[in-house]
């Protein structure tokens, strides 16, 4: 069974710009959690969507939006890039409604975004 | 490898040794915790879980134990391997598959 799979693995960008990070989640999967990495901050929590909608917001500025299709594949977009966007962004999916019914997120191996 | 965090606390083990691995939670509401390993350049992999109605759980070579009291965690690794170098977070579930993460644990196994 194949994992998550997140795609770019590795990309840079400038102040400014916009990006896109995609997510393939376990097949059968319909929840697909991001979650962004900083050596200041650890790992933060920023959105979760389930059945293509956002059941769940962390608590980051509206530059930072996602969406879900229908195959439960997601994107999410960062706008306006800043230095401090720069982050591993992980994708973790589960096959149930919440953490607590199965105990397990599957986590992709993150896209690693750098603003210069 | 792709470094997770600069200033990590680090614990620095004798291969065969047993390590502990501390964590404090913050939200007494919540009822579900779960410990991570993250290995350079990977995503975090589940290690074990515990619900809030227990108290201690097992895995293989792994303990997790929950002092509800003091919102307290610890990991348990039995004799430490090298392969078991990485870095360890615990984590709350709030809500559906809303996580709040630790800051994180470097575990060093020395051969």
């Known amino acids: 069974k194949a994992g998550v799979t997140q795609t770019p693995r590795y990309l840079i960008k400038t102040r400014g710009q916009q990006v896109t990070l995609s997510c393939s989640p376990i097949?059968?999967?319909?929840?697909v959690s991001w979650y962004q990495q900083t050596p200041g901050q650890g790992l933060q929590f920023l959105f979760e969507?389930?059945?293509?909608?956002?059941?769940n917001k962390g608590n980051f500025p509206g530059r930072f939006s996602g969406r879900q299709f229908s195959n439960s594949r997601s994107e999410m977009n960062v706008s306006t890039l800043e230095l401090g966007d720069s982050a591993l962004y992980l994708c973790?999916?589960?096959?149930?409604?919440?953490?607590?019914?199965?105990?397990?997120?599957?986590f992709g191996e993150g896209s690693r975004l750098t603003v210069l | 490898g792709e470094s997770v965090g600069l200033h990590l606390p680090t614990l620095s083990v004798q291969e065969g040794d047993n390590s502990i691995i501390n964590c404090a939670y913050s939200?007494?509401?919540?009822?579900?915790f779960i410990w991570y390993k993250q290995e350079s350049g990977k995503g975090p992999q589940f290690i074990i879980d515990?619900?809030?109605?227990?108290d201690k759980r097992q895995g293989q070579r792994v303990t997790v134990l929950l002092n509800k009291t003091v919102k307290h965690l610890s990991l348990q690794i039995a004799a430490t391997q090298p392969g078991d170098s990485a870095v360890y977070f615990c984590?709350?579930?709030?809500?559906?598959?809303?996580?709040?993460f630790g800051g994180g644990t470097r575990l060093m196994v020395k051969p």
């Open positions: 515990i619900r809030s109605n227990m």
């Open positions: 097949s059968g999967h319909r929840s």
């Open positions: 984590a709350e579930n709030n809500a559906g598959n809303m996580l709040t």
């Open positions: 969507y389930f059945s293509e909608t956002q059941r």
């Open positions: 973790a999916s589960s096959g149930v409604a919440g953490a607590s019914n199965t105990g397990e997120l599957f």
């Open positions: 939200n007494s509401a919540s009822d579900y």
